[in-house]
């Protein structure tokens, strides 16, 4: 069993920054491309952030040179980072990891609960 579980959301006002943080747990052999979507009302999810094992990053357009992912291999975990926040980024943000649970299986993607991002005065 695979948990991927989020930290970091909140209330924050423009121009304001804060950091999420997902760490995945349990039968873990290894993760690929780890990555963070967001889902605003009435729109579709979105990919904002993905880095792979080897550090490659790829951000939305809209997103870069403010936000930043990161991640900890030794630990499992993921980061991101959101400096200069607007209030179009308002949105619950979602964790996700390509992982490989045992040795030989197929990669998987997996998802953790999501967490509330409001940008607002």
């Known amino acids: 069993q695979v948990q991927l579980v989020e930290s970091g959301g909140g209330l924050v006002q423009p121009g304001g920054s804060l950091r999420l943080s997902c760490a995945a747990s349990g039968s873990i052999f290894s993760i690929n491309v780890m990555g963070w979507y967001r889902q605003a009302p009435g729109k579709q999810r979105e990919l904002v952030a993905a880095i792979t094992r080897l550090g490659n990053r790829s951000y939305l357009a809209s997103v870069k040179g403010r936000f930043t992912i990161s991640r900890d291999n030794a630990k499992n975990t993921v980061y991101l980072q959101m400096d200069s926040l607007k209030p179009e980024d308002t949105a619950v943000y979602y964790c996700?990891?390509?992982?490989?649970?045992?040795?030989?299986?197929?990669?998987?993607?997996?998802w953790g609960q999501g967490t509330q991002v409001t940008v607002s005065s």
């Open positions: 996700n990891a390509n992982i490989q649970v045992q040795y030989g299986s197929d990669y998987g993607d997996y």
